[in-house]
């Protein structure tokens, strides 16, 4: 049986995700001013909460944080390109069929899935941004995510709590 409330949810239209990517970028501004690098222990809290780690290969990261993101709580993001800041949402809650860019708001960008674990949002700002640029920073940052392997992390655990 149904909650009203999620009646609710599925009879309210919903705006499209690049609009509400793009919406979530304008509450937060500060995400785009620093370039230094977080580091490792900066960055795991956010990474860890949606069960991903990032390959050493990655660009760095120089912003990082658990957004409430349509109800979800999903990791934001920044890493540093030649381009300038790009922004990265891991919408693990959100799945797509296929890739779609976006030019919104000033903002470009590109929405990817990512096959059982939703979707990847990347964009920018920078004025002459091409699709091709965004394109190739979105799969740079798709291949660099590692996700945790649920069945191998809890047989760890359970090796770990036995040895205690």
């Known amino acids: 049986m149904h909650s009203i409330a999620h009646i609710k949810q599925r009879l309210t239209p919903r705006s499209s995700l690049a609009a509400?990517?793009?919406?979530?970028?304008?509450?937060?501004?500060?995400?785009?001013?620093?370039?230094?690098?977080?580091?490792?222990?900066?960055?795991?809290p956010v990474l860890k909460r949606a069960n991903m780690t990032l390959d050493p290969k990655a660009p760095s990261v120089s912003?990082?944080?658990?957004?409430?993101?349509?109800?979800?709580i999903v990791p934001h993001?920044?890493?540093?390109?030649p381009?300038?800041?790009?922004?990265?949402?891991?919408?693990i809650h959100e799945s797509v069929?296929?890739?779609?860019?976006?030019?919104?708001?000033?903002?470009?960008?590109?929405?990817?899935?990512?096959?059982?674990?939703g979707s990847i949002a990347v964009l920018m700002k920078e004025p002459g941004t091409t699709a091709a640029e965004i394109d190739a920073i979105?799969?740079?940052?798709?291949?660099?995510?590692?996700?945790?392997?649920h069945s191998n992390h809890a047989a760890v655990q359970k090796v770990v709590a036995s040895k205690k």
């Open 63 to 72: 912003y990082a944080n658990s957004c409430d993101f349509r109800g979800q």
């Open 97 to 117: 069929s296929k890739a779609s860019q976006f030019d919104e708001q000033g903002y470009r960008g590109t929405i990817l899935p990512v096959p059982q674990h």
């Open 77 to 81: 993001l920044v890493v540093q390109s």
């Open 20 to 44: 509400d990517v793009v919406a979530h970028m304008a509450g937060e501004p500060a995400a785009w001013k620093g370039h230094a690098a977080l580091s490792a222990g900066e960055l795991a």
């Open 83 to 91: 381009r300038g800041p790009v922004t990265v949402m891991v919408l």
């Open 138 to 149: 979105a799969a740079q940052v798709r291949s660099a995510i590692v996700w945790a392997n």
